[in-house]
C-alpha cells in the first residue's frame, strides 16, 4: 500500500540557516504530493503541493520538488526563521478516486534566534 | 470564506463512554474527511464521506461511525470508548466534486481525552 517515510526528528536550527527535511514515498501509479504544516494547538495547514513529476510547489519561502525516479518530495527553505517553529507533514495521495490522505509520521522543527 | 469548523474543541470522557464530533466544511465544499492524530500512530484516515455517502473507509474497528447530513456538515461517533482513542481528531473539507482532485483544508480538531 501507499506510505511516506518521513526524516526523523526533532530538527534543531539557528536563524537564517538552510533547511531542508526529506521525504519519501511508495505508492501505485501518480499520487499528488503535500506538504502541510501544524503549529502549536491548531490543525493542520497547507503549504505547498505538486501534483505531478518535476513539479516545484513553493510557498513561503519553502520549495519542494516532485521527483518521481527517486521517489522523493524533500521540503527546502533557504533562511528560516522562529516563526517557522511547527511539525511538518509530508503526505501524498493516490488519486484513485477519492480525497485519502497518507501522511509521514512528521518532523518537530525549532527555530532558534 | 469561513473555514472548517469542529466542534467541541475538547471534551472529557471515561471508558465505556460514547461520544459524538461535529465537523461544518467550508460553504460549499462537498467531501469531509476524518482523521485521527496521535503521538504513537500520527496521522490516520478514518474515512471520507461526498454527498452524505461514505466513498473510503480507514482500517478502525466499527466503534469508528460517521455521517454526512444534507448541508455537507459531518458527524463521527466512537461508541465504547477505550484509553486509546484518546487523540485529536481533524476534519478536512475538500471543493472538488472529482475525487482526488483538490486539496484538503483542515479544522483546529477535538481534542477528545478518555479517563
Known amino acids: 500500500g501507499d506510505s511516506v517515510t518521513q526524516m526523523e526528528g526533532p530538527v534543531t536550527l539557528s536563524e537564517e540557516a538552510f533547511l531542508t527535511i526529506n521525504c519519501t514515498y511508495t505508492?501505485?501509479?501518480?499520487?499528488?504530493l503535500f506538504w502541510y504544516v501544524q503549529y502549536p494547538g491548531e490543525g493542520l495547514q497547507l503549504l505547498l503541493k505538486?501534483?505531478?513529476?518535476?513539479d516545484k510547489g513553493s510557498n513561503k519561502g519553502f520549495e519542494a520538488t516532485y521527483r518521481k525516479e527517486t521517489t522523493s518530495f524533500h521540503l527546502e527553505k533557504g533562511s528560516v526563521q522562529v516563526s517557522d517553529s511547527a511539525v511538518y507533514f509530508c503526505?501524498?495521495?493516490?488519486?484513485?478516486?477519492?480525497?485519502?490522505?497518507?501522511f509521514g509520521t512528521g518532523t518537530r522543527l525549532t527555530i532558534i534566534p | 470564506k469561513a473555514g472548517v469548523t469542529q466542534t467541541p474543541r475538547y471534551l472529557i470522557k471515561t471508558r465505556g463512554q460514547q461520544v459524538t464530533l461535529s465537523c461544518s466544511p467550508i460553504?460549499?465544499?462537498?467531501?469531509v474527511s476524518w482523521y485521527q492524530q496521535t503521538p504513537g500512530q500520527g496521522l490516520q484516515f478514518l474515512f471520507e464521506?461526498?454527498?452524505?455517502?461514505?466513498?473510503n473507509k480507514g482500517n478502525f474497528p466499527g466503534r469508528f461511525s460517521g455521517r454526512q447530513f444534507s448541508n455537507s456538515r459531518s458527524e463521527m461517533n466512537v461508541s465504547t470508548l477505550e484509553l486509546g482513542d484518546s487523540a485529536l481528531y481533524l476534519c478536512?473539507?475538500?471543493?472538488?466534486?472529482?475525487?482526488?482532485?483538490?486539496?484538503?483544508?483542515f479544522g483546529a480538531g477535538s481534542r477528545l481525552t478518555v479517563l
Open positions: 478536512a473539507s475538500s471543493g472538488s466534486t472529482v475525487a482526488g482532485a483538490n486539496v484538503l483544508t
Open positions: 505508492a501505485t501509479g501518480y499520487p499528488s
Open positions: 505538486a501534483t505531478k513529476a518535476d
Open positions: 503526505a501524498l495521495r493516490s488519486n484513485f478516486g477519492n480525497e485519502k490522505l497518507t
Open positions: 460553504s460549499g465544499h462537498r467531501s
Open positions: 464521506y461526498f454527498s452524505e455517502t461514505q466513498r
